[in-house]
């Protein structure tokens, strides 16, 4: 019995503290958890669970920019 186990994340945006909420808020919205770092001079980065990475990616491509 696996009691605990270790899921790798994968790091699918970084941007802006105002673009990474955003980005994160979509990911959120789409039931995908989220992990964000501060990665200094003004960049966030957002990574998720591998098994999400491509519904992650897709959710990012798809945004509109306006």
């Avoid at 989220?34 to 990574?47: A, C, E, R, W, Y």
Wanted: charged letters at 20%.
């Amino acid at each position: 019995m696996i009691t605990s186990r270790k899921i790798s994340q994968v790091d699918v945006f970084i941007g802006s503290p105002w673009e990474a909420a955003s980005v994160k808020s979509l990911l959120n919205a789409a039931y995908i958890e989220v992990s964000v770092k501060d990665k200094g001079t003004n960049s966030i980065l957002l990574s998720v669970p591998c098994e999400f990475y491509t519904a992650a990616m897709r959710v990012i491509n798809n945004r509109k920019v306006s």
